[in-house]
């Protein structure tokens, strides 16, 4: 649409025009209020016009559908977002924290303003500015309305332009202080007009912007919270853009429309993403969306969802359940390609559980993304996680670089055009991209009580959200999880999630969430088929339905066996199976048994032996994963003759890699079944005793014990209850044989059933261990809630949305990070050799710049050299991250034995923390003696008290 024609009409008193909203310190130059409120209204207008279709639909459900009204209401807000600069608190604060700009108060003295020079505890003017907004809009539009809903809505916005919301009491306070400008009269000057300066701004803005036609009306209706949200989130954006003088100089010698006009140009927004309608078939779609599968059709999952996509009446949530290999990510893209070209979303987002799955997925999206043809104009897309700018594939397509983009800019043409904007570079801004990669911690801040959580919501709001490896969710997890889910079904925004498989229970609270933020209490749910697997599950329009997707008849058996914990026999059962060689995986559930286990099997089978743990320095891991991908994934160069793997739960998530024999510490069922989804995994070769599919369960004290004595770490990592439930259902004695992928579904049901019944020997001990669960989950529950933004309908208003105390997870991942994983967050540093010579070098085995040294001061030539150390991080154990040694941990990594001073203006060590190893790879912190070495690790050899062990 087109900026209204009288915007460039505007017509202001001196008085008016004196108020100052920008400055610039260097060179004294200083900008209107009432220009830049002008400018952030015009960019919102523009903002607005490009949102997806499925957040117009959101936004405009409060306009009867009516996009013009909508706009006009977008954009007046944010004509007066900044009201409360004209007020005596802004002008005392720029006084006091910016003495050069004196002059500009000077200005205002003139016009007649009177401005103290002690005011003690000046208020936020986002505070005040929604308070004069409330008194103006009753004073003007509610007059004898006695309950005008409106009014503390749009209010409400204008209070919470800066990311946190005042509350009612925040309010009343800055009501007082207004009513108090009124008594002041200093130097000739007369407080009563700072409110006629306030109400001629609103009452200029109201008209310039049409929303005068409107207002009578809006303030008396009762607002969705999601479109105030939505609208909250355009201001905050809308005022970033028109703050920037690059792109909005502080020149007033042209018209605010030419002024925008110049301004996006400047910017180059891209305008949501649209794919072009595509009459193609699956098969067809299937090879031209993803040409490295040629010769490979679609599974049938694939096809299931694909019909789906196509056939559903409104945008709905689907479930899928399928197991390893049966390319759920490919899924995920071509049901995500229907959905958005069917119901106008602008984007994706893509959900992993860690930033090592993410990175690789980041690839993967891009590359499906430049086989859609969409729109003209390309679109962005963003890597969202606290490592994204050290990752090479997303640095390659940054605007300082060539990048990579589509051969042609023709949006016929079959390779689409994507980039990375430099807007979407800042972390409060790269959700708003048009597609995300990121870990799925960027999607739960979304339900955050965060500051600026507004724009995750703008941002998730017109994607295609798709969420791999859910049943990676603990229960604290899924609390934000079932929330978010609230959230996006308020905004009615398609979503897919995928896991392995999800115990009934789960799958149930997921889709309520998910119908209940449709405002379905109680939705029909039919009654889940027990064996059918691969499984889509599909909510929508109050209902819940299942699809069973057809399968192979290829099930595959899997005998499943005890094995006593014990290191004699596990070399024996080694020594016995791998007489003609082969391929195994020995996964433990912490670092520190798959350490011990990895010194054991080295002093046997030497070489032949690798470990995989988080606890290695960034470079090292990589190397690894990516060396046994090309050793053991779908299609090798050469397998060993024999190879031990022996690893943590990173062996289940997300790599390639295919197993003759699997050994694994007992887990909770669903998760014993995830890691056996690497035995067997792909049709080759195998030697004759390895054949047949093996697992051999192990990581239990005592097996003949009624119950079985489980292991101390692992019962509290998954709880005892979920591993007495596995043992239960994996073993009638001491061995099993399964049918996979045809038991699964049944498994995982029995295992988390109400009905599941112990042996009599064991007496009550499940029933004691199943309490203890319940309370340790209710407890996580309750947890969760502290830090949970409120669920969708529950307020007419953002009042106390989120208050002013709240922090920023884009700037303080970490914290953001803990507070929606409940673990003790584990510290993640730059780990760098120091030298007897007082150098600091690059550890060994980390590329080109292994034991070059890092210069004490890094000059911009060093940039290079300091992205490359900035690379180097290691998670150290979580015993140096629990509460109570937290924050000495990190005094003691912000006092080096070496000055580092001169790192901290490179744009890549700045701020870091970093742990300096001795040449013999030994480092001392906080009585934690640690040792670094490239085979084994990070490794812990004295703890401190209460140690926390790191299980991944």
Known sequence: MDTPA?????????????????????????????????????????????L??????????????????????????????????????????AQRTRPSMGHLCEAMRAEGFPIRTEITHPLPHGQLGAAHVRSWLKRTYAAGIRRPRGVRAIASIIGGHHGVNPTSEDIKQAVERLASEKTISRNGGDGALWGATRDEILNEMARLTGADRYLGEWVNHRFHDSTLILMEALTIQADWIASSEDLFPYELDSRTSARLEQAMW?????GAWRPLECDEGIDALFRDRFPHLRGFTPRPVQRAVFRLAQEIREPPLIIVEADMGNGKTETAQLGAEVLARRFGCGGTFFGLPTMATSNPMFVRQKDWLEQVPCEAGGSTIALAHGKAALNDAYAQLMPWTRGIRGLEQDATDKQADIDVHSWFLGRKRSILANHVVGTIDQALFAVLKAKHVVLRHLGLAGKVVIIDEVHA?????????????????AYHTPVILMSATLPPIQREELVKAYLKGRGVEQPAIETPPTTAYPLVTVAESGTVRFVPVERDNSSRLVSVWQLDDDDAALVAELDKRLVEGGCVGVIRNTVKRAQQTYDVLRRVYGDDVVLVHSRFLAPHRAAREEALVGELGRSPGRRPERRIVVGTQVLEQSLDIDFDLLITDLAPADLVLQRIGRLHRHERTRPEPLRDAVCLVTGVNDWAATPPVVDGDAERIYGRSALLRAAIVLFRDRSTTLALPRDIPVLVERAYSEDLQAPTAWGTALDEADQQWDQANERARNKARNYLLRAPGNSSDLDGLIEASASDPAVEEARGRAAVRDTEDSLEVIGLVLGEDGQVRFPAGVGKNAGRILPSIITESDEDLAKDAARCTVYLPRALSAPWVIDKVIDGLERPPVDISGWQRSRWLGGQLAIFFDADGNASLNGCQLHYDEDRGLIVNKTIEKEVECFD
Not at 473 to 489: H, I, N, P, Q, S
């Open 266 to 270: 400047r910017l180059d927004l891209p």
């Open 473 to 489: 969710a603990d229960t604290y997890m899924r609390v934000y999880l079932a929330r978010l889910l609230e959230w996006l079904g």
């Open 52 to 93: 997806p279709e499925t957040i117009m639909r959101a936004a405009t459900d409060d306009f009867r559908s009516d996009e013009a009204e909508a706009r006009c209401f977008a954009m007046f807000v944010a004509s007066v977002h900044d009201i409360g600069k004209a007020c005596e608190d802004f002008a005392f604060k």
């Open 6 to 50: 009288g915007i460039d009409a505007a017509t202001w008193t001196p008085r008016a025009r004196s108020v100052w909203a920008k400055t610039n310190v260097d060179d004294q130059t200083w900008f209107p209020l009432v220009q830049h409120l002008l400018d952030a209204a015009v960019v919102a207008g523009e903002l607005f016009d490009e």
